[in-house]
């Protein structure tokens, strides 16, 4: 099978009759056409000219001729090469059989005694189909091929865009922790507050059962909680003793500031509304907004219990790190209250251990500066 187009040489022709003055009558007529044509005086000569297939692009073939006859030779050469036009030539008698070679793949017939003008156009009909066919079967090959082509092109540029945001990522991430560090050295009593902080968020989320893309955005919310205290002058952000009223009122607004600094970034919306919402109570009692249970983000309700962890087992100037028992004893004091109790519930499901090695693995990335790679992020 699979003669393909030819785009160049003379389309060739087998002529396949017993009959020597037949042969010779149609070669020269289609070699004057300008094909090139060649006699077999047999069914098995025309096969060893034809060849394993490809050879010729039409054969007229005589139906009666002594061995075998022109509709065996007919299926076996559609069989050698399926694109072969085929055109039988055949007695008047014989017209029934030229019928029945038609359903078994030959293009057309012609009955002797023909005229010249009648082969002609037969066969200009039947090497048209042809070309009609090879040309269709090209043609739908190529637009296969552009189509697979374009294929790869397009998924080569999605994995190109991928890996863009990917690297914009990790850069976005980065310049955050960076900025972050920053803010803990000017605010917090410890160092790498924010980072532990996001670590026993992380851990708390996953044990609740929240998972990409919602992880990352409350991972980032715990990062900035407190973005909003560079907003807060020295004054009160380092006053070593209590804050008076107005004092507090001011420190009071570092949440509403960050969400402020946040909310227009696109990539940052969901981590702001955890800046906005990180000191709520879910009992109501918390600020900005005085939120109540579910009204305050699940990211928030997670943070608040993962920020009292990190609070209370570090060390403040006026009292040394707390046991974690104490955490524990203060989170079940405080379930519907400050906290919510699912996130408590969550929070006593993990062993102290873990909570042990979340810490350490956090100082760890303090101290040899990894707050300023995505690696913790
Ligand atoms: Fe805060």
Redesign the pocket.
């Known amino acids: 099978m699979g003669s393909l187009l030819r785009s160049e040489g003379p389309v060739r022709v087998l002529v396949v009759d017993d009959d020597e003055d037949v042969r010779d009558v149609l070669c020269q007529e289609f070699e004057r056409r300008g094909l090139s044509a060649e006699g077999a005086a047999s069914a098995a000569e025309a096969r060893g000219l034809f060849g394993a297939g490809g050879r010729f692009d039409l054969v007229l073939c005589d139906i009666d001729m002594p061995g075998e006859r022109g509709t065996e030779l007919l299926a076996w050469l559609k069989a050698t090469d399926a694109d072969v036009a085929v055109v039988m030539v055949t007695g008047i008698s014989d017209a029934p059989t030229a019928v029945g070679a038609m359903l078994n793949g030959a293009s057309d017939y012609v009955c002797k005694p023909f005229s010249l003008a009648e082969v002609r156009a037969r066969t200009d009909q039947a090497l048209d189909k042809r070309r009609l066919v090879l040309e269709n079967r090209a043609y739908q090959t190529n637009l296969e091929r552009l189509v697979e082509e374009r294929t790869h092109e397009v998924l080569a540029a999605m994995a190109e865009i991928r890996s863009l945001s990917d690297d914009l990522r990790a850069a976005y991430d980065a310049t955050l922790a960076a900025m972050l560090s920053a803010l803990d050295k000017r605010d917090n009593e410890t160092q790498g507050h924010s980072l532990r902080v996001v670590a026993y968020t992380e851990r708390l989320a996953k044990e609740i059962g929240i998972a990409e893309p919602e992880l990352t955005a409350i991972r980032r919310g715990a990062l900035l909680?407190?973005v909003?205290?560079i907003g807060v002058p020295d004054a009160i952000l380092r006053k070593p003793g209590k804050l008076d009223r107005d004092e507090w009122l001011v420190m009071k607004k570092?949440?509403e500031l960050g969400y402020e600094m946040l909310r227009d970034i696109k990539f940052l919306r969901d981590a702001a509304l955890i800046v906005l919402t990180?000191?709520e109570r879910f009992d109501g009692t918390g600020y900005p907004r005085g939120l109540k249970g579910e009204e305050i983000p699940i990211g928030a309700r997670i943070f608040a219990c993962a920020?009292a962890l990190d609070a209370m087992t570090s060390d403040r100037p006026y009292r040394k790190a707390l046991p974690y028992e104490r955490v524990r004893q203060e989170l079940i004091d405080f379930a519907g209250t400050q906290f919510d109790p699912l996130v408590v519930e969550a929070f006593l499901r993990i062993p102290p251990e873990d909570w042990r090695r979340i810490r350490d693995a956090a100082e760890r990335a303090v101290l040899s500066g990894a707050e300023f790679g995505s690696g913790i992020l």
């Open positions: 909680h407190d909003g205290k570092h949440a990180h000191q920020d």
